[in-house]
């Protein structure tokens, strides 16, 4: 497949709607179990303790722009050392995809039709998704270009009509938390938003056609997503108030349920289910993408589209076995989820990035030269 | 038994739908896709079956328990 080139306004996109993923329907509940009516907080900390993560990124992938996350990886550690890293960082994309694809799962069965048994909302669901790896990054970006505007027309249609409804109270008193809970919440809330970043860095900056402007489209892009879901959180605790927000397991779409206007705008949450089912498309697509792309590259292989459907299944598979109930998916991305995606997102690249200093790698062209000291005798 | 007549069948769909890219493929390709279909068929078939009820999620929070227990007494407990 020819190479993919994405401009940086459809990464930028890609950034915001991926960042804010599965996050809008999940995270006002386990955060503010944690920390109650202060989980705008965490939020706004969340986001802003983003931007050295992305400086990280930035400082690895600087010399080497044409390299995937993968590739990079494999260069740095060596060959065998890189090769199990790698397959490690697969592996934890390939359980992801197929958790997603259960999340969907859950989702449409407990909300909208409950009758339907999960596995046939991810197998359709999952349709899409292969569908839109065969057809390659730059569809998908295409793609979202049309979606986004949509996106964002439903997103302030859904603020505008939920402030109404806001009691200031609920999110008195301020501050209340104190500083234990706040930084366990942080790092979970990290965990769901900054650490999974990491797997934009396969596409980033190998198929952005602009650099500079990709840069700053990703840095542009995570506080937007950030944004979006501070506000989302904000108005989960302003409109249902504390108790409500965590006892719920989707709270976003519980205030979608509240809007009604007049005796005519009522049961319009289906709508906005929509906007959540693009950005968990969104994510799903970049984590399984990741895992095709990460997969051929490890194998060497040169067309990475004849692995697409075996994965499909493999992901089909795993979603109906990776959470039994949803408390075992809370506790999971609560605990778990933020260590092991840190170690991949912060451990890793900061690996990277010392062994790379030691072993005096350039970019491509010049090759690789080790250090003076080990040479002379 | 039905469901995993379905399976059957859709990988057949695939083999079929993908045989004539992977004849002009090499065979590291071709053993990949082998081993991939295999896993995804029989994980899929074992767990319509109710073969497999447990997660590998299971194995990656067995893992990390420790820290995260750690991290939950220490900053959830005050």
Known sequence: MEKQLI?????????????????????????????????WIVAIIGTLLSIPILTLFMALVKKMPTLSFVEITEKILGSFLG???????????????????????????????????????????????????????????R????????????????????????????????????????IYSILHFMGLFSFPLVVILMVFPSAINNYTSGKKGFYIGTLIGGLILTIIIALSILVLGVTNTSLRTFPSYTLAQRISIGNFLQRIEVIMAFIWMVTIFVRAFMYFYATVKGLGEILKIND?????????MITVALSQIV?????????????????????????????????????NIKNPENGKSKNEDAGTT | MAMVLVILIITAC????????????????????????????????????KAIQFSPLDIIMYIFHPVS??????????
């Open chain 2, 14 to 49: 695939i083999i079929f739908f993908e045989l004539p890219s992977l004849k002009k493929g090499d065979t590291k390709t071709i053993w990949t896709f082998s081993l991939l279909l295999t896993i995804g068929v029989v994980l899929n078939i074992a767990i319509s079956l």
């Open chain 1, 143 to 182: 793609t979202l270009e049309i979606l986004f505007p949509a996106f964002l027309f439903i997103f302030i249609i859904f603020v505008l009509f939920i402030t109404p409804e806001i009691e200031i109270k609920n999110v008195q008193p301020i501050l209340e938390v104190s500083a234990q809970p706040l």
């Open chain 1, 323 to 359: 959470h039994p109930n949803n408390m075992h998916s809370s506790k999971y991305n609560q605990e778990t989820w933020p260590l092991y995606i840190g170690i991949f997102a912060l451990f890793l690249p900061l690996l990277l990035l010392i062994v790379a200093k030691m072993r």
């Open chain 1, 304 to 312: 990475h589209r004849r692995l697409i459907l075996p994965l499909g």
């Open chain 1, 83 to 141: 090769k199990i890293v790698t397959i490690g960082f697969v592996i934890l994309t390939l359980l992801s995809s197929g958790e997603l694809l259960y999340f969907i799962g859950n989702f449409l069965q407990t909300e909208v039709m409950p009758e339907t048994p999960p596995v046939v909302f991810s197998i359709l669901f999952n349709l899409i998704i292969l569908f839109a790896a065969y057809s390659g990054l730059e569809v998908f970006a």
């Open chain 1, 7 to 39: 401009s940086s306004r459809q990464f930028t996109i890609i950034v915001i709607l991926f960042t804010v993923g599965t996050s809008i329907l999940i995270i006002p509940a386990s955060i503010a179990t944690e920390v109650k009516q202060d989980a």
């Open chain 2, 69 to 78: 227990d750690f991290l939950k007494t220490t900053l959830l407990k005050k």
